[in-house]
C-alpha cells in the first residue's frame, strides 16, 4: 500500500464515527430482511421462496453500497478527516497519485462492505444451495458498479462546486444505472444490476457487462485526472 492518498483514506474511514453508522445500518436493513424473509420450515416452496430472498438481498446491497460508495466520493457524505482530492493537489501530489488513491480507497471500501454482508446472504443462499460461483458473479457485478459510480462521483466532486448540483447529478446517476436501464432493448438490459445479479447467479452474465462498467469507471478517472490537472495550470 505505497499510494499515501490511499492511506489517509483508509485511515479517515477506519476511525469514522459516520461510517460505523452507515455498516450498522447497511447491516440492519439486510438483516430485516433476512428475518422477514426466512421461512420458519424448510419445503420445496422454501427453496423457491428462498431464491427469491437471495436475489432481493443482494439487489438492497448493490443499491446500499453503490450510493454509500460514490457518495463518499463525492463527499456527499463527508467523512471525519478526510481531505477532497482538490485540497490534495495544493499538498502537493500528483493527480495520477490523488485519483489512483481515491480509486483503490472506493473499491476497498465496497469490498469491505460486501464482505460485511456476505453472512447474511450466505445464509439465504445456503438454504437453496446456491453456486458459489453464481454468488461470487454476483458480489463482482456489485463492486464493479459501486466502483464506477464511484469515480463518476469523485469526478464531480473535482469539477462540480456547487453541493447542490453535485448532489443533484450524483442521484439523478443512480436513477439511470438503476431505473432508466430497465427501458434499454432486452438484448442489453442486463446491464441493470439488478437484472445483471439475477444472470449472474444462473451463470447467465455476459462478461461485457463487467467490461462495461469497468471503461465507465476508468473514463471518469482520466476525466478526473485532467479536471485536476487544471487547478496547477
Known amino acids: 500500500m505505497t499510494n499515501p492518498v490511499l492511506r489517509g ?4 474511514r477506519a476511525g469514522s464515527r459516520k461510517l460505523l453508522a452507515i455498516e450498522l445500518f447497511y447491516l440492519g436493513v439486510l ?9 420458519a420450515e424448510l419445503s420445496a416452496q422454501t427453496a423457491e421462496r428462498t431464491a427469491s430472498l437471495t436475489t ?8 446500499l453500497v453503490t450510493y454509500f460508495a460514490s457518495a463518499c466520493a463525492a463527499q456527499e457524505i463527508a467523512v471525519e478527516s478526510e481531505k477532497s482530492p482538490v485540497d490534495l493537489v ?3 501530489f500528483a493527480p495520477r497519485t490523488i485519483v489512483v488513491g481515491k480509486s483503490a480507497a472506493t473499491l476497498t471500501t465496497a469490498g469491505y462492505w460486501l464482505l460485511l454482508g456476505a453472512p447474511l446472504v450466505v445464509l439465504s443462499a445456503g438454504i437453496r444451495h446456491d453456486s458459489a460461483s453464481g454468488l461470487a458473479g454476483a458480489g463482482a457485478l456489485i463492486a464493479v458498479v459501486a466502483w464506477s459510480v464511484g469515480q463518476l462521483a469523485l469526478w464531480l466532486r473535482i469539477a ?3 453541493d447542490f448540483s453535485r448532489t443533484l ?3 439523478g446517476c443512480l436513477l439511470v444505472v438503476f431505473v432508466g436501464t430497465l427501458g434499454l432493448p432486452a438484448p442489453v438490459r442486463v446491464v441493470n444490476p439488478v437484472l445483471g445479479i439475477a444472470a449472474a447467479q444462473h451463470g447467465a452474465l455476459p462478461a461485457v457487462v463487467y467490461a462495461v462498467y469497468t471503461a465507465f469507471g476508468l473514463g471518469c478517472d482520466g476525466a478526473a485526472r485532467l479536471t485536476l490537472r487544471r487547478y496547477l495550470t
Open 9 to 12: 483514506d483508509l485511515r479517515a
Open 31 to 39: 438483516g430485516v430482511l433476512v428475518w422477514l424473509g426466512m421461512p
Open 56 to 63: 432481493a438481498l443482494l439487489a438492497v446491497q448493490a443499491i
Open 90 to 92: 495544493f499538498a502537493p
Open 160 to 162: 462540480v462546486e456547487s
Open 169 to 171: 447529478v450524483h442521484w
